[in-house]
């Protein structure tokens, strides 16, 4: 049973592909998710994500779409959504499966007012390919009474964030992902800053580009450091800002690639490179 | 909404072009499937919305419509440029 499976949900596939095309796919990937052919493009134009900026004329890459995952509750009402400036990059399914499961993390007691935020820091992936996200997940134990801010914040104080070290390289961070927030009016001046309370998580999506990949005879890893940051204040005071480093190494994992060679790799072959033939041809003759 | 294409990176080698975030392609960042937007993009239904309905063929070569065929259950929907290339 797949993760998704596992979490009562439903994952399905959508691209421009022909339905044959998608069969040849999911025989030789195994695939349990559903795949769906819009090879008009008519589902990719409806949700209004249709890749303008590529011409009419230049095929086949003319009818995909910006890419990206919608993420529903049981009533089918859009919980969540990922898209990225670069295509290259696909959220990973830990990343899902934790949107569409939702998290809360109860402990069996807050800390008292005053006292330290609690935070854990996990790598929630096994392994990092490349171009597929994992994340950097931190959960925070805000004391009662208390609250984190969210970004931006003004001069003096810290904002709750998860940062990967300045050098860094080869790998990406992307869009975090964190709970709602409430308005809250600070007294001496009126301003108002936006804040987290209770059992905080957040994650922060990253991706390694595979210009980072360091191999011994153990295998190929790669590693991904930095710091959570934050600041805790009640109604009155704060505490001082907090810092916890991470450093996580963890395999290079080699990306299953869509196969356009005669069978390469362990993989077996699809036909790519027929199909990807058959998609131009079939686009350059109807325009 | 005008969108621009990102166009950074660099020619590396034959077949191996780089784009602004060091990924590696054998096209130029900015051509055909590599054409990333630069800034905001349009990114469909928004958070809250209903998921709009979904009426596409699958696999086997039958129609289905997303709504009824997740009977009840919660949906993760992906849309990717291509099983093929």
Known sequence: MSDFEAAGAKLYV?????????????KAHGA????????????????????????????????????????????????????????????????????????????????????????????????LPIGITRQIVARFSVPEGMHLYQEPVPEG??????????????????TMIAPDTRPLTLGTDGHTLEVYEGNVILRLPIAQNGRAITKDDDGRWVTISGKVRWQACDSEACLLPEEESFNFRVPAAFTVMADMGPGEGRVPSMNGATHFKKMTDRRKTES | MQIERD???????????????????????????????????????????????????????????????????????????????
Not at chain 1, 52 to 70: C, L, M, Q
């Open chain 2, 7 to 85: 166009t950074r990176g660099a020619e590396l080698a034959p077949n191996q072009y780089e784009d602004a975030e060091g990924y590696i392609a054998p096209l130029p960042a900015g051509s055909g499937p590599r054409s990333n937007p630069l800034g905001v993009f349009p990114t469909g239904p928004e958070v809250g919305e209903r998921l709009p309905d979904v009426v596409a063929v699958d696999s086997d070569g039958a129609t289905l419509d997303l709504h009824e065929d997740r009977e009840g259950k919660p949906v993760v929907l992906v849309f990717t440029r291509s099983a093929v290339w």
């Open chain 1, 157 to 174: 104080l810290v904002g709750a964030s998860i940062e990967l070290d300045g050098d860094a390289e080869g790998i990406l961070p992307y």
């Open chain 1, 14 to 26: 959508l691209s421009y592909d022909e339905v044959d095309a998608l069969a040849d796919y999911k």
């Open chain 1, 32 to 127: 349990s998710f559903t795949m769906l052919s819009d090879s008009d493009s008519e589902v990719i134009r409806s949700f209004g994500i249709l890749n303008t900026t590529i011409a009419e004329d230049d095929h086949p890459w003319y009818g995909i779409p910006y890419p990206g995952v919608y993420v529903t509750n049981s009533e089918g009402i859009i919980t969540q959504k990922f898209f990225e400036n670069n295509f290259t990059v696909r959220p990973g399914a830990e990343q899902l499966v934790a949107a569409v499961k939702g998290e809360e993390f109860t402990l069996a007691e807050r800390p008292a007012t005053g006292e330290q935020v609690n935070v854990e820091i996990e790598f929630d992936g096994a392994d």
